[in-house]
């Protein structure tokens, strides 16, 4: 009875703990502690780092990054897989008995057995080609998805730092209207609190760090150039039509999957029972010759008298002509949200020249009497105010063209 309490002393050692309590309050301990230890986000150093700088850190530590990686190289391991389930596995095996009157006398060779076995097979032929070309699509549909995801994630960033900007600017903007109260500045100053924290928030989110109030510098920020865009935007991007490929070759696959079980399926195995063994201490050595390795081949056909094979072929035939349906439709919605972007875009461009120059225009009128000035002051900071409004409105669109196009400097 010696063996099983030693097990038992072994597994507990190697938990750390037999309690799963303990373990679990000393979890819950450590949290406790980095709560504690965590300062508020207005109590967080503040630094400010550059787009490139910030960029980096998104690819770098951003969870979806890292989650869109792990995907990459899970691929890539089903990928080898395909190859290494060909090589001859090695198996031990070893047994011991002896009687209970016996066991307090010493162990001996008579009561050990020990056995190393080797088994080496091959999948199913019909099946290889398509497990690998399979694996293969898997790990560039991977690749492609981290792709989409970083610019996801530029565009984002590159979102929330011109909102940024233009609600500072905003910020500003209202300490110079004529109509402001103190109540209004006390209101103000706790909007500006909240909306402090959800862009820290936010920014710690994008750059995967909590650790500080991170600032990217503005100048550093690349600017929109819409004439560069604007070319481009008469056909799609190369990575959304890649995306919109693989979404048919998937359901390509699942089709041609289901129809290879029309083939017969055969099997190759190399089993040695004994490529080593060692029993009772009446023979021992290497076993593995002509007469004792088995080389099995099979070949099997099954009817598929249910129908169950053909309706499978039948959905995935229906899933790839609705796949073909959703991607046709899907570029002709497309197609139209980038003329709506297009138009959109133009049109505010000629509204925010009309604006400025109607700003400028009024200030440089003179005004005859103290109403005229407030009133043409007033006019001026309620034009300002809706040009850095639709300026933020427009941030949504260059958002958009960068996650459509990727950046463009």
């Not at 549909?141 to 600017?169: F, H, S, T």
């Not at 290879?260 to 201490?281: A, E, M, V």
Request: charged share 25%; glycine share 2%.
């Amino acid at each position: 009875m010696r063996v099983p309490v030693t097990i038992v002393l072994l597994s507990c050692a190697l938990l750390n703990n037999c309690s799963l309590e303990q373990r679990l309050d000393t979890v819950a301990a450590n949290i406790h502690r980095q709560f504690e230890e965590a300062d508020s986000w207005d109590k967080l150093p503040l630094r400010v780092i550059s787009w490139e700088q910030a960029i980096a850190m998104v690819m770098r530590c951003n969870a979806s990054v890292k989650d869109a990686q792990s995907m990459i190289e899970e691929a890539e391991r089903e990928s080898l897989s395909v190859y290494t389930e060909m090589i001859p596995g090695l198996s031990y095996y070893g047994y011991f008995t002896k009687s209970i009157e016996q066991l307090s006398n010493n162990v001996s060779a008579n009561d050990l057995s020990s056995n190393i076995n080797v088994t080496f097979s091959i999948p199913t032929l019909s099946q290889v080609p398509y497990r690998v070309y399979a694996a293969k699509a898997r790990t560039y549909a991977a690749i492609k998805a981290k792709e989409g995801k970083e610019r996801e994630l530029i565009a984002q960033v590159y979102a929330l730092v011109r909102n940024r900007e233009l609600d500072l600017k905003l910020r500003d903007l209202s300490q110079t209207n004529p109509d402001l109260t103190e109540q209004d500045k006390l209101l103000a100053n706790k909007n500006d609190i909240t909306a402090d924290a959800a862009h820290w928030q936010k920014m710690s989110e994008l750059l995967g760090d909590y650790s500080a109030r991170w600032q990217i510098l503005p100048s550093s920020a690349p600017k929109i150039s819409w004439g560069k865009y604007e070319p481009r935007m008469n056909k799609l991007d190369d990575l959304v039509v890649c995306m919109y490929a693989l979404r048919l070759e998937q359901a390509r696959l699942s089709q041609y999957q289901t129809a290879l079980r029309y083939f017969p399926t055969i099997n190759t195995s190399l089993y040695s029972p004994s490529l080593f063994s060692s029993s009772g201490g009446t023979y021992q050595g290497t076993f593995l010759s002509g007469e004792d390795t088995r080389l099995n081949l099979s070949l099997s056909y099954s009817l598929d008298t249910q129908l169950s094979n053909w309706n499978s072929y039948k959905r995935g035939k229906a899933q790839y002509e609705k796949s073909q349906r959703e991607v046709a439709a899907g570029i002709i919605e497309h197609k139209n949200k980038l003329a709506t972007l297009k138009a959109s875009v133009r049109e505010y461009n000629n509204w925010r020249s009309y604006m400025e120059k109607r700003i400028d225009y009024l200030r440089h009128q003179p005004a005859a009497t103290a109403e005229e000035l407030i009133a043409r002051d007033r006019s001026i900071y309620d034009m300002k105010k809706e040009l850095i409004n639709q300026e933020k409105a427009a941030v949504e669109s260059e958002a958009a063209m960068v996650l459509e196009y990727g950046l463009i400097r």
